[in-house]
């Protein structure tokens, strides 16, 4: 009998090479992600620099420089030219294993003027950098391999020894449905072990219209009833798809001498308000024991008590050999609280995709970020009061605001991330 690998959606996973020519043939057919409605074009260079040394708790901006190298690993349709955009004063080199994803970043870098993208067909697996980049972007790749911490491996061994990666897994608990789906279609049409996409897409859309049960599958496949083709099969037909937790998701990095730093605030979670993995109980004991947990031990009881409701595995990672010792997030929010800051902007160009596909620049200057948008409150005052004389922590006086790990956490999270760019640490 053939041994079955545990797991979602591994009976295709038989080798790296195997795996490679699956996904290479599977986005080709698909190109995915489908190309922006705008790009955006930053004139400070040391803006986003700013904003992702802040994400990891270096308020003095000093360690990931304006003139960067990044790579990005499996940079699809457009991660590599947004990447490019955002960091004008670094050189950014996007690599995939799909030719016509390439081809698109292309086509949009030359109509954009971007001119800091090299671009590279090249598989992670195959990739042979050592030492090379400051900062290594690498979302939604490795769980579609055979085995994960080959490729993880190859990216760790990239990056400088002070070097910072930003990474994304899947979380075990988001893609339940999406793996008992994919594993369902590939028996449904054939024997399991090789993957025809047309006529898996074709019997795809027949069960969208005509499910026979009324379940959560049945809920779940109604939301790519008039999706775009690529987004469907990203999410419904994947040759080969891993799912972490926590505590799984560490155990990979280790192997791969990687460490997690701190949460990456992403659109997806910002989207569906998922933006803090630290819970908040109404119990005060409770609270405490639960605060009182290293980083890793709390994230993991969040990942279990949240389940579909907690936020993607998308991290900051660095080098266990690291010459820049890893900070707690409770410790980024203490000294978050001996800060100052200031309301930050940096002017913007805005290009709008025509009817027929080109990038055209819109006339009227803009700046970004606009005005506040958060939800949160505490993030609200703490805007509005704003004095650069002032550190948080007098804010926080002046505001009468408990000082506790959530607050300050909640209020860096909503207004220094990268995900919500409002403030700039006064050097």
Known sequence: MKKVKDGLNLQLAASQIDVDRLNKEFYGRFNYPWPPMTFQ???????????????????????????????????????????????????????????????????????????????????????????????????????????????????????????????????????????????????????????????????????????????LMADFLLQFANA????????????VMHSYTIETFVALLDEAGLELLLPCVNQFDRTDNRLNWNMRFDDSDLQRRYEGLDDLKRWQLSNLLLFEKSPMLWFYVQRKDSPYKRKGEQDVCEEFLDYRFEKNSTGVRLFSRGEKGEYKEQSQNQFFPGPLNSHDHLAKLVYNALDAGKTIREIF??????????????????????AFPYLAAVK
């Not at 986003?48 to 360690?63: A, F, T, V």
């Not at 979302?139 to 080959?150: E, K, S, W």
């Not at 775009?228 to 040759?239: T, W």
């Open 228 to 239: 775009y083709e690529a987004d469907l099969a990203d999410n419904l037909l994947q040759p």
């Open 397 to 418: 006086g002046e505001l009468q605001i408990e000082p506790s790990f959530q607050n300050i956490n909640r209020v860096r999270i909503n207004l220094t991330t990268s």
């Open 41 to 215: 074009a930053y004139s400070d260079p040391s803006f986003w620099p700013c904003r992702l040394n802040q994400d990891i708790g270096y308020w003095q901006c000093d360690r990931i420089p304006s003139n960067a190298k990044i790579w990005v690993g499996g940079c699809g349709t457009n991660q590599s030219v947004i990447t490019a955009l955002k960091f004008p004063g670094a050189s950014v080199l996007g690599t995939d294993i799909s030719l016509p994803s390439l081809e698109t970043s292309e086509d949009s870098a030359l109509q954009l003027g971007v001119e800091n993208l090299e671009l590279e067909e090249k598989s992670l697996n195959d990739a042979t950098y050592e030492e090379e980049f400051d900062f290594v972007v690498c979302t939604g790749v490795i769980h579609h391999n055979a085995d994960p911490l080959v490729p993880l491996k190859r990216l760790a061994a990239s990056l400088k020894p002070g070097g910072v990666m930003e990474l994304m897994v899947y979380n075990f608990y988001h893609m339940l449905l999406q793996g008992a789906f994919q594993t369902a279609i590939r028996g449904l049409c054939g024997d399991g072990a090789s993957m025809s996409m047309e006529k898996e897409l074709e019997t795809t859309r027949d069960l969208i219209r005509s499910f026979p049960e009324k379940n």
